[in-house]
């Protein structure tokens, strides 16, 4: 039975080492908050005390942690994975990180006779739960066939896009796709409660044409009722607007409309939303226009 040691059991991780235990996997979790771990382990999973504890068994390490620090920490710091996993194993960060970082890791893997992908994630929250995640790979062929039933017990959508570090330039280009949404479909709920529309009306049928997206699907009615428990913190969509802006200026790329978006997080972000979800996007349009929000 191949075990999975996943690091990093928050509102991601947690669902989609659920998941891996559904498919009949062998998982073995650990988290920095104790709490999370037991959860895992009320569900049949097994828990570990660190990360040495955790990976010393393992055949395949999942992480999904916030920011690249983290995961290097995790990965290069003394009692990490490349520390305490026996060779041959195979690390899938499934974190978003930058993709110089990813591209070190795989380096530093591979050095140590192990092997690394980066394996980003999209869908959210609610995919991560469904099982239904969209997830781009990159790294060695052989090395993201390895992963790929890991992968697929967790997303319905697995695609390998390239070399080390190519997944997370895909999800880099996917959060730009998403804040920049989240900002118009936010300006058009403010927009037309200006104008007294029914909102819900109006949202039903813009979802039915052209200005249909996912964010209207399934953020438009929880930012109608100012309801912005994440989901996504606005703290790691910051995190990856900063990802974006430095990638696109290292390849002499012009995203104003990111980076527009990318400020107007930053000060959603320093006005002490950082916890919210990414879709409070709303509450700064309504203080731009003079309304409550803020
Ligand atoms: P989260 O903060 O809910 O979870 C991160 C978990 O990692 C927490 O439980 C934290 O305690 C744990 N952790 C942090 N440092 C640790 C360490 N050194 N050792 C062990 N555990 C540690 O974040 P999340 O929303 O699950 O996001 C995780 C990653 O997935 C981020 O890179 C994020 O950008 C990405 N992501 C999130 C979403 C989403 O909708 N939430 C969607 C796609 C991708």
Do not use: C, W
């Not at 999973?45 to 393992?58: K, N």
């Not at 990965?75 to 960060?93: N, P, Q």
């Not at 996917?174 to 300006?187: F, K």
């Not at 200026?249 to 000060?267: C, D, F, K, N, T």
Request: net charge negative; hydrophobic share 45%.
């Amino acid at each position: 039975m191949t075990t999975v040691a996943v690091i990093g059991l928050g509102i991601m991780g947690g669902p989609m080492a659920a998941n891996l235990l559904t498919a009949g996997l062998d998982v073995v979790g650990y988290n920095r908050t104790r709490e999370k771990v037991d959860q895992l382990v009320e569900r049949g999973g097994r828990g570990a005390d660190d990360v040495a504890d955790a990976v010393r068994d393992a055949d395949i390490v999942l992480t999904m942690l916030p920011d690249s620090p983290d995961v290097e920490g995790v990965v290069l710091g003394e009692g990490g994975v490349l520390d305490s996993a026996k060779a041959g194993t195979l690390l899938v960060d499934a974190s978003t990180i930058r993709p110089d970082v990813s591209v070190r890791l795989a380096e530093a893997a591979r050095a140590r006779g192990m092997r690394a992908v980066d394996a980003p994630v999209s869908g959210g929250e609610a995919g991560a739960v469904e099982g239904t995640l969209s997830i781009m790979v990159g790294g060695e062929p052989a090395d993201v066939e390895a992963a790929r039933p890991v992968l697929e017990a967790v997303g319905s959508t697995v695609v390998h896009v390239g070399p080390a570090g190519s997944g997370q330039t895909v999800k880099a280009a996917n959060q730009l796709i998403v804040a920049g949404t989240i900002e118009l479909v936010a300006e058009a709920l403010v927009f037309l409660e200006a104008h007294g529309v029914d909102t819900e009306a109006a949202i039903k049928v813009l979802a039915g044409g052209l200005a249909g997206n996912r964010i209207l699907d399934r953020k438009a009615a929880g930012m109608t009722a100012r309801e912005f428990t994440p989901g996504f913190r606005v703290d790691l969509h910051h995190k990856d607007l900063g990802i974006v802006t430095s990638a696109a200026r290292e390849a002499g790329v012009a995203i104003p409309v990111g980076a527009l978006v990318a400020q107007l997080m930053g000060s959603l972000r320093a006005q002490g939303h950082g916890s919210l979800d990414h879709s409070a996007l709303l509450l700064l349009v309504e203080q731009l226009s003079g309304r409550r929000g803020g």
